[in-house]
C-alpha cells in the first residue's frame, strides 16, 4: 500500500470549513483514498473514500486531485466535536487497516 | 456508539501475566478484526476472524491467540505480558470481512503492564 504524509496538526475556527491535506504520490491505480478519525483514544471512525472521483457524503467531502497523488478532505462547517486526529489512507486490496501518525485537528471556539 | 462492545476498559496488570480480552461484534457481523495502538507503533493489525474460522493474520506476536466463539464474539489472549504491551486495543467489526470502510471499531481497551 502506497505511503501518505498529512501535515501533524491544523487549527480550524468553530464554523468554518476544515481542510485536511494529504499527500500520496506513490498510489498505483487501483488504490482506493481513506479517511479515518479517532476522537481522543475512542475507536477509529470511518470518513470517506474515493478512487478518482471527488465524493460527498453527511460527514464531509474529499477531493482527490487528477493525478491521484493528493487529496483534501473537507468538513464543511467544523464543530468542536470535530476535534480529533485525521487520519489519511491508501489501500488496494487490503482488507486491514494501518494507520500511520495522522493530523490533529483541534477545532477552536 | 457503534453497536461494538469491549471489556474491560482498562486493565493494568504485572509483567509476565496473562490477560483476556474480549469483543461483542455488532448484532449480524461475521467479521471480527483485533487491532493494537500504540503511541510508538500507530494502529497495527492483528488478527481478522470470520464466522468463527481465522481469516488472516497480521503482525500477532506468538504470546498473542484469539478465537472467535459460536455466538460469534470474540477473545484475545496475551500471555507473558512485557511492558511493550501496553497499548489500546480494539476490535472491529464487519458483516462480511470485506471492504474496510465496514469496519466498526468497539471503544478499546487500554492494557497498561507495570
Known amino acids: 500500500d502506497a505511503k501518505t504524509t498529512q501535515p501533524p496538526s491544523m487549527d480550524c475556527a468553530e464554523g468554518r470549513a476544515a481542510n485536511l491535506p494529504c499527500n500520496h504520490s506513490t498510489i498505483s491505480g487501483n488504490e482506493y483514498v481513506y479517511w479515518y478519525r479517532q476522537i481522543h483514544s475512542q475507536g477509529p471512525q470511518y470518513i470517506i473514500h474515493g478512487l478518482k472521483n471527488n465524493e460527498t457524503n453527511e460527514m464531509a467531502s474529499l477531493i482527490i486531485t487528477e493525478d491521484r497523488k493528493s487529496s483534501t478532505l473537507i468538513l464543511p462547517h467544523a464543530t468542536l466535536r470535530d476535534t480529533a486526529v485525521y487520519y489519511c489512507i491508501v489501500a488496494g486490496s487490503a482488507r486491514q487497516l494501518t494507520f500511520g501518525s495522522g493530523t490533529q485537528l483541534t477545532v477552536l471556539p | ?114
Open chain 2, 1 to 114: 456508539d457503534s453497536g461494538v462492545t469491549q471489556t474491560p476498559k482498562h486493565l493494568i496488570t504485572a509483567t509476565g501475566q496473562r490477560v483476556t480480552l474480549r469483543c461483542s461484534p455488532r448484532s449480524g457481523d461475521l467479521s471480527v478484526y483485533w487491532y493494537q495502538q500504540s503511541l510508538d507503533q500507530g494502529l497495527q493489525f492483528l488478527i481478522q476472524y470470520y464466522n468463527g474460522e481465522e481469516r488472516a493474520k497480521g503482525n500477532i506476536l506468538e504470546r498473542f491467540s484469539a478465537q472467535q466463539f459460536p455466538d460469534l464474539h470474540s477473545e484475545l489472549n496475551l500471555s507473558s505480558l512485557e511492558l511493550g504491551d501496553s497499548a489500546l486495543y480494539f476490535c472491529a467489526s464487519s458483516p462480511r470481512g470485506g471492504a474496510i470502510y465496514e469496519q466498526y471499531f468497539g471503544p478499546g481497551t487500554r492494557l497498561t503492564v507495570t
